[in-house]
C-alpha cells in the first residue's frame, strides 16, 4: 500500500513540471520537440507545449495524483495489486503522450495505447466473464475507431505532405478544399466519436463501468473519453469552420447530451448513473466544439475543466460510499452525513458546481455554455435547448447524488458505514474545494487555464473573461430556468426513473442491441466458415489457399498491369534446356497419374532437381545446391511416412467434379505464376537494391557472397525469426510423434 502511494509522486511531479510551463502559454509561447523516428517515411516523434496540450496535461497529471492515492487504499489486498499501478501508470502516460504530440502518426500511436490499456484496465477482474466481455466491448468499439482514425490521418498526411499537426492549420485552406476533405472529415468523426462515447457508439461507456472505482473516475474526467474531444479541439484550426463540420457537431453532440442525461436519470446505481452522465457532458463538449465563435469554444474548455474537477470528485466519492457500506444502490442508502461528514463536504462541493449554483464554478461554466450556445451559427436554438435540458437533468442527477446517500434517516447497509482513510477522502475534498475556490476566482482561471487553450484552438479569438456575474441577461435567465427545472425534475424523480427505465426496457432496436446482434453474427459466420473451411482436410486446406491466391492475384494483376492480355514471348533456349523442360513436364504428368504414392513422390523429386538444374545454368550453385538437398530430404522423409499410409487405389473416392476442380485451380495457380515470372522478366529490372548490395556486402558486411550477407547481416532478424520458426515446428511435430508413441 506504501509503494502503492509512493507512485502518485510521478504525476505530482509531472503535474510541477506543467505549472513552470504555464506562464510561458499564457503569454503566447509554444515549444516544439522532435526526434527522427522514420525519416525516410516522413514520421518524427514530434512533440508540442502549447496552451491547449498544457491544459489537458494539467487535468491528466493533477486528477491522476488523486486517483492513484486513492487506488492505493481502495485496492488494498487485491489480487494483481501491482499490475494494476503498472497498467494505471502507463494509461496516464500513454494519455499525456496523446495530447502533447504534433504528429499524426505519433499521436495514432499513443491513442491506440490508450485503447489497448483501458481494455486491460476495464477487464481488470478478469476471473469475471462480464468484467471481460466489456472490456472486449470497450476495445472494439474504440479499436475499430482507431483504424478509421488511421485511415484519416494517413489521407491527411499524403495530401498536406506533413504528418505535423502544427504546420497543419497553415494548409486547412488546401485540406477543406479537396475533394478529399469529406471522407478525411468522417473517418476523423468516426474516431473522435467512437472514443468520446458520441451517439450512436454511446453504449460502450456505461459498460466499461467494470473497471475498478478509480480506474473509473480517471476514465471519465481525464482519460481515454477526452481524447475523442482532445481531437475535436486539436483539428478545429484544420477541419473546423465549414458547415458540415459545425452542423454534424452541433447536432450529434446535442443528441448524446440529451440521451445521456435522460438515460442517467432511469439508473439507480450510482456509477452508471455517473456513467450516463459523462455521456451528457461529452455531448455538450463536442456540440460547443462545433462552434467557431470565442464563446462557444470558450464555453467548451471552460466546461471542459468543470466536468473533470466534478466527475473525478463525485466518481471517488461512489468509491469511498461503495468500499465503506458495501453497495452503490441510491435506494439502500441514506443519512451518511453522520458517519462520513469529510467524504460528504466533498460530495456537496463536487454536486453544487455539477448542478451549477452560484459561487462553484459550474455556474460560471453554464453561463459561459448559454452565452456560447446563444452565438452558434448553426442551429443555436437547438443547442440552447439542448443545454438548458441537459444541465436541468443533471442538477437532478446531482441532487440524487447528494441528497439522497448523505441527507435524511441513516439506512441499515451490508457494512456499517464509517469514513475511509485519508488518502480515499482527499481527492473528493481538494478537487471538490476546488469547484468552490475556481467558481469565486474565475476571472483567474480564465486568464491562466482558459484562454490559452482557446488561443491555441483560435489564435485569432478574442478576449472572453470568466467572471461570476454578468449581470442580468439572457445567459443568467437560462441558469434560473436551469436550476427551476432541476429541483422540479428531482421532486418527481422516481416515477421519471421508472419510466425511463421502462422505456430504455422496451427499446425495440438499442446501440448495444445492434452490436450484439453483430458480434452473434460475426461468431456464427465465423464458424460456418470454420466448419467449412478449417475441416481438418489438407487437401481442401491447400486448394482454398491456391484458389485465393490466383483470383486475387491476378484480379489485381488485370486491374494494374498494362498488357495484361499480351501474349508473353517465349525465350528462345538451347536444345538441352528444353530437353529439360519436357523432362520436367513428363515428371508433372508422372505425378498425376500415378497410383502408387511412392511413385509420385519419385516423380516430384525428378521435377525438383530439375529446378536445381536450371539454377546452375543461370550461375546459381548455391541455390541450386540449396533445391537439391531440400529435394532429396523431401524425398526421403515423405517417403518414409507414405509407407503407413493407404494405397492411392484406396483412397480415390473423389467424385469427377472435385478432380476437374482441383485440376482448374492446379492449371489456373500455375499459369498465373509462369504469366508472373515472363511478365517480370521481360521488363526493365530496376537494380537500385542490386547495386546496393553489390557495392556494401564486402564494404560493410565483409562477405563476398551477397545472398548470404544478406540472410546473416542485412535481414539477421528475419532470418533468425525463420529459424525459431522452423526449429518450434520441429519441436512441435517431435511432441506429436513422440505423443502418439505413447
Not at 448523505?406 to 482527499?426: D, N
Not at 520458426?725 to 505413447?742: D, E, K, P, Q, S
Request: proline content about 5%; aromatic content about 10%.
Amino acid at each position: 500500500m506504501i509503494v502503492g502511494r509512493m507512485t502518485a509522486l510521478l504525476p505530482l511531479v509531472l503535474f510541477a513540471g506543467l505549472c513552470l510551463q504555464v506562464p510561458a502559454v499564457v503569454g503566447g509561447g509554444v515549444a516544439c520537440l522532435s526526434w527522427e523516428w522514420a525519416p525516410g517515411m516522413g514520421v518524427n516523434a514530434d512533440f508540442i507545449v502549447d496552451g491547449l496540450s498544457v491544459f489537458f496535461g494539467l487535468i491528466i497529471s493533477g486528477i491522476g495524483v488523486f486517483v492513484i492515492l486513492f487506488a492505493a487504499d481502495y485496492l488494498r489486498g487485491t489480487l494483481h495489486y501491482a499490475r494494476f499501478f503498472v497498467f494505471l501508470h502507463l494509461f496516464l502516460l500513454a494519455m499525456l503522450g496523446l495530447v502533447f504530440a504534433d504528429n499524426l502518426i505519433t499521436l495514432f500511436v499513443f491513442w491506440e495505447l490508450t485503447t489497448v490499456l483501458s481494455y486491460l484496465l476495464i477487464g481488470f477482474d478478469n476471473e469475471n466473464e462480464t468484467a471481460r466481455r466489456h472490456a472486449r466491448q470497450a476495445l472494439l468499439v474504440t479499436g475499430a475507431g482507431g483504424l478509421a482514425l488511421l485511415i484519416g490521418f494517413l489521407l491527411i498526411g499524403g495530401l498536406a505532405g506533413t504528418y505535423r499537426l502544427s504546420a497543419l492549420a497553415e494548409l486547412a485552406r488546401v485540406i477543406q478544399g479537396h475533394v478529399l476533405y469529406l471522407p478525411i472529415l468522417v473517418l476523423v468523426f468516426i474516431g473522435a466519436f467512437t472514443k468520446s462515447a458520441q451517439f450512436p457508439f454511446h453504449f460502450w461507456l456505461p459498460n466499461a463501468m467494470s473497471a475498478p472505482t478509480p480506474i473509473s473516475a480517471f476514465l471519465h474526467s481525464a482519460t481515454m473519453v477526452k481524447a475523442g474531444i482532445y481531437l475535436l479541439a486539436r483539428f478545429h484550426p484544420v477541419l473546423g469552420g465549414t458547415p458540415i463540420w459545425m452542423g454534424t457537431l452541433v447536432i450529434v453532440g446535442g443528441v448524446t447530451a440529451l440521451l445521456g442525461s435522460v438515460l442517467a436519470l432511469g439508473q439507480s446505481d450510482l456509477k452508471r448513473l455517473l456513467a450516463y452522465t459523462t455521456i451528457m457532458a461529452l455531448g455538450i463538449l463536442t456540440m460547443f466544439l462545433g462552434g467557431k465563435t470565442t464563446p462557444a469554444l470558450t464555453a467548451a474548455v471552460t466546461f471542459m475543466l468543470v466536468h473533470s474537477l466534478y466527475k473525478s470528485a463525485l466518481f471517488l466519492v461512489v468509491g469511498i460510499i461503495d468500499h465503506e457500506t458495501g453497495t452503490r444502490e441510491v435506494t439502500r442508502i441514506g443519512g451518511l452525513i453522520r458517519a462520513m461528514p469529510v467524504t460528504a463536504f466533498g460530495a456537496a462541493t463536487a454536486a453544487m458546481s455539477m448542478a451549477g449554483f452560484p459561487l462553484f464554478l459550474g455556474f460560471v461554466g453554464k453561463e459561459i455554455m448559454y452565452e456560447g450556445a446563444l452565438a452558434e451559427e448553426l442551429f443555436p436554438a437547438f443547442a440552447t435547448s439542448a443545454a438548458v435540458l441537459s444541465n436541468a437533468l443533471m442538477t437532478a442527477v446531482a441532487g440524487i447524488v447528494l441528497i439522497r446517500p448523505f441527507l435524511g434517516g441513516q439506512r441499515p447497509t451490508p457494512k456499517s458505514p464509517h469514513e475511509a482513510p485519508v488518502c480515499m477522502w482527499l481527492g473528493p475534498v481538494v478537487i471538490g474545494s476546488l469547484c468552490l475556490i475556481f467558481g469565486i476566482i474565475p476571472d483567474w482561471v480564465g486568464r491562466w487555464l482558459v484562454e490559452p487553450a482557446v488561443s491555441a484552438i483560435n489564435p485569432i479569438a478574442e478576449h472572453s473573461g470568466l467572471t461570476l456575474f454578468h449581470g442580468v441577461n439572457n445567459p443568467l435567465l437560462l441558469s434560473i430556468l436551469t436550476l427551476a427545472l432541476g429541483a422540479c425534475f428531482y421532486l418527481i424523480r422516481r416515477p421519471l426513473r421508472r419510466s425511463v427505465a421502462a422505456l430504455a426496457a422496451g427499446m425495440p432496436v438499442t446501440a448495444n442491441g445492434v452490436y450484439e446482434l453483430g458480434m452473434a453474427a460475426t461468431a456464427r459466420t465465423a464458424v460456418m466458415l470454420t466448419g467449412f473451411i478449417q475441416n481438418g482436410s489438407l487437401h481442401r486446406y491447400l486448394v482454398t489457399i491456391l484458389a485465393v491466391f490466383t483470383l486475387t492475384a491476378a484480379g489485381v494483376w488485370a486491374l494494374n498491369a498494362e498488357g495484361f492480355f499480351e501474349p508473353p514471348l517465349f525465350p528462345v533456349l538451347p536444345f538441352w534446356q528444353w530437353l529439360l523442360v519436357a523432362l520436367m513436364a513428363s515428371a508433372v504428368g508422372v505425378v498425376v497419374a500415378a497410383r502408387s504414392r511412392i511413385l509420385a513422390v519419385c516423380a516430384l523429386g525428378v521435377v525438383g532437381s530439375g529446378a536445381a538444374l536450371v539454377f546452375l545454368a543461370y550461375g546459381a550453385p548455391d541455390l541450386a545446391l540449396t533445391q537439391l538437398l531440400v529435394e532429396t530430404l523431401t524425398l526421403i522423409i515423405v517417403a518414409i511416412v507414405l509407407l503407413r499410409l493407404p494405397p492411392l487405389a484406396q483412397a480415390a473416392g473423389a467424385p469427377l467434379s472435385a478432380r476437374w476442380f482441383d485440376a482448374l485451380v492446379a492449371v489456373g495457380a500455375g499459369t498465373l505464376v509462369a504469366a508472373l515470372t515472363m511478365a517480370t522478366t521481360s521488363g526493365v529490372l530496376d537494380r537500385q537494391l542490386t547495386e546496393f548490395f553489390e557495392h556494401n556486402s564486402y564494404l560493410a558486411a565483409h562477405g563476398r557472397n551477397i545472398v548470404n550477407v544478406i540472410l546473416v547481416d542485412f535481414r539477421g532478424l528475419d532470418t533468425l525469426g525463420e529459424i525459431v520458426v522452423v526449429a518450434t515446428a520441429g519441436l512441435a511435430g517431435f511432441a506429436l510423434i513422440a505423443g502418439r508413441r505413447r
